[in-house]
């Protein structure tokens, strides 16, 4: 006989069913978005070396503070003996003295003079420290203010030195230690954190303001067009006919392209020199001209709203016709007994009874023109000059184009924040219906 | 209902899928003219159709790396959600845990997250993990989309299997695990089915992750390939029909193959039967 095995109860077997997928969800969703907020609050860019990280603390970069370190002494030393007057003399035994006052206090920490020598072992080697843990190292902040402050008034004193030298060269000299003392002040960085102040700029930024009334004005236009078009479809549509498949089909083909691809068609289409949409919309006198669409901020959100609808209405379609086609038959029969014509039919049956489909199609084709993204980017770029750009957009370009991960994480937080609010409203509206049937 | 269809109403339908199709019908139109004509006519029909336009679409880009590289994106996008999510959804719906209200509320609230919310952390978690320009890179961020709609699409189906099924297997000494293997999981094939198509055209469809993630022209999928075809100089519309026609006809293939179920997938997250 076989040992019985050993057996999860059904509580066990579900909890271990559930968790791999809210692991994933917490893991690439949620921990993604907290990220997004944090990352929010810093003056974080990619392509600014000193600002490449997100720091709470002042930091040093070893990698440039050691290397320059090396060099400091040696030049210090060098200039001592090229330096005339007594008084440059006394200056630069002053200034030897403060940076090697300010570096004993940096590596009296045990563990930071175990970095610095790392870090000067690799260098030696003309390594590069590729090893972020490594290569910076937390500092106090005065103790970093007060270094840059003793580094910045150094180095203005070797200019003052080169300048009222006469020597050439020595004034070449004193320049180039000068300098060296300027990079190594930059090696000191000042903490990035920068809390809601990325929020208060977006606040007062006229692009801002703009992308999200372009998006705002998308959302409502080309959802009220297709709720409008789709219900009207959908009633049409809603009886037996031959050739049903081939309407769902066609239906279905617009909102199964990938959206780029669309775009890439109704640019064709929209082109002002060959573009048949432009050329009829032209001659038939509806646009000032056939360029207009895609050269002008008008013409180009007309242009986007009219592929959105084009290519989402069908899906509006489908959603009210599936809710249609749970209305029993026989509410209407009894009111044709009753009576009732077919103006009063739609609006105390068909409309009622729809509430609940319709607001759940709205919900989420709402979210969903929210976050306009792709169409927008490919059919206009968001121009001309900005004028047809959504937020999304904005909050990409800012991203990848500017690489300013700081600005660009605080303006897709504000989407965040407003597809959050959308949602709570329609929630509101909606109530516990969303819920009503999946769970027990 | 049974209103009949008359004349009037055959129009309008045939008005209504002109409409809908007229871009795929000119743009097909549009793949076959010689390159000279697309730019001096608004002719409907050529007199010298041509196939020189396909052949620049394959030459000029690496179409059809493109396709294999969605391809594969999806594929694998949709069977590691849809296997995760056929466990979840079914703990969800039948068997005893506590907090499904919440789970299911996250479930819902994350399907509805903004991507690009997302797009910076996701971006730095796939550099540090060394996976931009792989197949990797993108299913990470895709399983972003596809696993709260495969959980909320699958719930859905799960929920409409009798529970007496499940019942009867339990009192035949099944264990759980052996009711979901045998009973429910072949039930629900179908439902599971259908959350795959309905994934794989999600992951096939997304931009902005494949847009940042995979920048090298080789690890492109569809979507961010063709919308790389303007050139700095001039829109060679040609190629850009000719590859536009060529990547909608797999997915007019599944649509026509598919049509029901994706229909039955669409509506069975909306409305309540």
Redesign the interface.
């Known amino acids: 006989m076989k040992k019985r095995r050993f057996?999860?109860?059904?509580?066990q077997?579900?909890?271990?069913?559930?968790l791999?997928?809210?692991l994933?969800?917490f893991v690439?969703?949620?921990?993604?978005?907290a990220?997004?907020f944090w990352?929010s609050m810093f003056d974080y860019r990619l392509n600014d070396p000193t600002r490449s990280e997100k720091m709470m603390d002042a930091n040093i970069d070893l990698e440039t503070y050691v290397d320059n370190y090396f060099f400091i002494e040696s030049q210090l030393d060098a200039l001592a003996d090229t330096a005339v007057g007594d008084q440059d003399k006394q200056t630069i035994h002053e200034i030897e003295d403060g940076i090697e006052k300010h570096h004993s206090e940096l590596i009296s920490d045990k563990q930071v003079k175990e970095k610095v020598d790392k870090v000067d072992k690799l260098l030696m080697r003309y390594k590069p420290v590729n090893n972020t843990d490594l290569k910076y190292q937390k500092v106090d902040n005065d103790f970093a203010a007060d270094y840059r402050k003793a580094l910045s008034s150094y180095e203005q004193d070797l200019v003052a030195i080169a300048e009222s030298s006469g020597d050439k060269d020595a004034q070449a000299d004193f320049q180039q230690t000068a300098d060296l003392l300027g990079s190594t002040n930059e090696a000191i960085l000042k903490s990035n954190f920068i809390g809601f102040d990325n929020y208060k700029k977006y606040f007062k930024d006229k692009r801002m303001w703009q992308s999200l009334g372009n998006t705002t004005f998308f959302t409502v236009i080309s959802v009220f067009f297709e709720l409008v078009l789709g219900l009207l479809?959908a009633l049409?549509?809603?009886?037996?006919?031959?050739?049903r498949?081939?309407?769902?089909?066609?239906?279905?083909?617009?909102w199964?392209?990938?959206?780029?691809?669309?775009?890439?068609?109704?640019g064709?289409?929209y082109?002002g020199?060959?573009g048949?949409v432009a050329?009829y919309l032209d001659v038939l006198k509806i646009i000032p001209g056939s360029s207009w669409l895609l050269s002008t901020g008008d013409g180009g959100l007309f242009s986007i709203i009219l592929a959105d609808v084009?290519k989402t209405t069908?899906?509006m379609a489908?959603?009210i016709?599936?809710?249609l086609q749970?209305i029993p038959?026989s509410l209407?029969e009894a009111s044709d007994v009753d009576g009732a014509n077919k103006f009063q039919q739609f609006f105390n049956i068909t409309l009622p009874l729809l509430k609940?489909?319709i607001l759940?199609?709205l919900l989420?084709r709402t979210?969903d023109a929210?976050?306009v993204?792709?169409l927008i980017?490919?059919l206009t770029g968001g121009g001309p000059a900005n004028s047809t750009e959504s937020i999304?957009v904005y909050?990409?370009k800012t991203?990848?184009a500017q690489q300013n991960?700081g600005e660009?994480?605080t303006?897709?937080?504000i989407?965040?924040l407003c597809?959050a609010l959308i949602?709570f409203i329609y929630v509101k509206l909606i109530g516990s219906?969303?819920?009503?049937?999946?769970?027990? | 209902m049974n209103k009949r269809a008359g004349i009037g109403f055959y129009v309008f339908l045939i008005i209504f899928v002109f409409l809908v199709m007229f871009p795929f019908i000119w743009v097909f139109l549009t793949s076959i003219k010689p390159v000279g004509e697309i730019f001096s006519s608004f002719n409907w029909f050529t007199k010298n159709p041509t196939l020189d336009s396909y052949v620049a679409a394959f030459t000029q880009r690496p179409l059809l790396r493109y396709m294999l590289n969605s391809f594969v994106v999806s594929i694998v996008t949709t069977l590691l959600s849809v296997a995760f999510a056929s466990f979840a959804a079914y703990a969800l719906t039948r068997l005893p845990i506590k907090g499904k209200g919440l789970i299911l509320g996250i479930v819902l609230a994350s399907s509805m997250f903004p991507q690009v919310a997302i797009l910076s952390p996701m971006f730095n978690i796939v550099t540090d993990l060394g996976l931009r320009n792989s197949y990797l890179g993108l299913v990470i961020p895709y399983i972003t989309i596809s696993l709260p709609l495969s959980i909320w699409i699958l719930a859905t189906f799960f929920q409409k299997i009798p529970y007496e099924l499940e019942e009867s297997a339990k009192l035949d000494g099944a264990s759980p695990f052996q009711t979901f293997r045998k009973i429910i999981f072949p039930l629900a094939a179908p439902g599971v089915f259908t959350t795959g198509i309905l994934v794989f055209i999600a992951a096939w469809n997304e931009y902005l992750f494949a847009l940042t993630i995979n920048s090298n022209d080789s690890w492109r999928t569809v979507p961010v390939g063709i919308s790389m075809y303007t050139s700095e100089f001039s829109i060679p519309w040609g190629d850009i029909s000719a590859a536009t026609v060529i990547v909608t006809i797999p997915i007019v293939i599944l649509v026509l193959i598919f049509q029901r179920r994706i229909v039955s997938g669409l509506t069975s997250g909306s409305v309540k039967e």
């Open positions: 057996q999860l109860n059904e509580k077997l579900g909890y271990a069913f559930v791999p997928s809210l994933l969800v690439v969703i949620l921990w993604p978005v990220q997004s990352n479809v049409l549509i809603n009886r037996t006919f031959k050739g498949g081939l309407i769902r089909a066609s239906v279905l083909i617009p199964a392209v990938p959206t780029a691809v669309a775009a890439m068609m109704w064709f289409l082109d020199q060959s048949i050329h084009w069908p899906y489908l959603l016709l599936a809710g749970t038959g209407y609940s489909s759940v199609a989420f979210l929210f976050r993204f792709d980017y490919v999304s909050a990409y991203m990848f991960f660009g994480s303006l897709s937080v989407v965040f597809v949602s219906e969303l819920f009503a049937g999946r769970t027990k």
